[in-house]
């Protein structure tokens, strides 16, 4: 069992790094805005969908990650405009995108439901002039190392500005926002479209890496990364140095050491989605007690 666990710990590792990206793009949502956005179950795929499809045209991988991003932060900005401006529940606001891109993504890919990427292309991970410079089995985790740290700074820089603290006082108490004189719709429509933007960048990474796109894949989504972004917030709650974003890093990692320790004592990968949402609600009720106990104490 321990063997096992220890050969797949480097791809778990990986995978931990991939779906990072995706985790930051919860944070902003969950942690900060305290909205509860399914949008990202459908922003996801949408991401890995217009990704893979422009690189079977022929496009340069970052090019098709900018567009994928580019799109992702539509999605976002969609549910930010029926959230706010036609007044629907932040709960439906998402299910309501997340319905809409499932035929989107479809339609992206032409009707296709799976899309692979032939070994011979050129994505973020493969058959370019940056990743054949390095070994074959560290291109993955220091391409996406570099691009979880690029982001992750650049997220630090932004909150630390006055639109961050604009984002995090929309969440936290709307009427900062506006006795600062700003509108507090525009502010939240402003961290859907950037948490969807990371989002679905995550997603255009990911089917680079696995050179593959399946039009389901965005299924339990919004549940991997919040169990990933209430690890991280748990786990390093009383360390005052330790950045959000950092903390959310390493959730995302931790999460998929889980997953892997799940499977090398034996358990299907069947269950996983199991395995996921017993891990959720045990993380969620622990915290749950913890409070209560504050509260008596």
Not at 85 to 113: C, Q
Not at 152 to 166: E, P, Q
Not at 188 to 216: D, H, P, W
Not at 243 to 270: D, E
Request: proline content about 3%; overall charge positive; aromatic content about 6%.
């Amino acid at each position: 069992m321990l063997s096992t666990f220890l050969a797949t710990l480097p791809s778990t590792l990986e995978q931990g790094l991939l779906y990072a990206v995706l985790a930051l793009g919860i944070m902003i949502t969950y942690t900060i805005l305290d909205f509860p956005d399914l949008t990202v179950d459908g922003s996801f795929p949408l991401g890995g969908a217009v990704s893979t499809t422009l690189l079977l045209r022929g496009w340069d991988p970052l090019a098709a990650l900018l567009a994928a991003t580019a799109c992702g932060a539509l999605a976002g900005l969609c549910t930010g405009l029926i959230h706010v401006k036609l007044r629907v529940r932040a709960l439906f606001s998402g299910i309501i995108m997340m319905t809409a891109l499932y035929s989107i993504n479809l339609r992206i890919t032409g009707g296709n439901a799976l899309l692979s990427i032939p070994r011979t292309a050129s994505t973020l991970f493969r058959n370019n002039a940056a990743a054949d410079l390095l070994p074959p089995w560290l291109r993955v985790p220091i391409i996406a190392g570099l691009l979880v740290l690029a982001l992750k700074v650049l997220l630090d820089l932004f909150l630390s500005t006055r639109a961050g603290y604009l984002l995090r006082a929309a969440g936290d108490n709307e009427t900062v926002v506006t006795a600062l004189g700003r509108d507090k719709g525009n502010v939240k429509i402003a961290g859907l479209t950037m948490a969807n933007a990371l989002v679905a960048l995550s997603g255009a990474v990911v089917c680079q890496e696995q050179r593959l796109f399946e039009v389901s894949m965005g299924t339990g989504t919004m549940v991997l990364a919040l169990a990933s972004v209430i690890i991280g917030v748990n786990l390093f709650r009383r360390v005052e140095r330790v950045r959000p974003t950092t903390a959310v890093i390493a959730g995302s990692i931790l999460y998929k050491v889980c997953v892997a320790f799940a499977i090398a004592c034996g358990l299907s990968p069947m269950d996983m989605k199991l395995v996921t949402a017993a891990l959720f609600l045990g993380i969620l009720a622990s915290g749950s007690l913890k409070r209560k106990e504050k509260a008596h104490a």
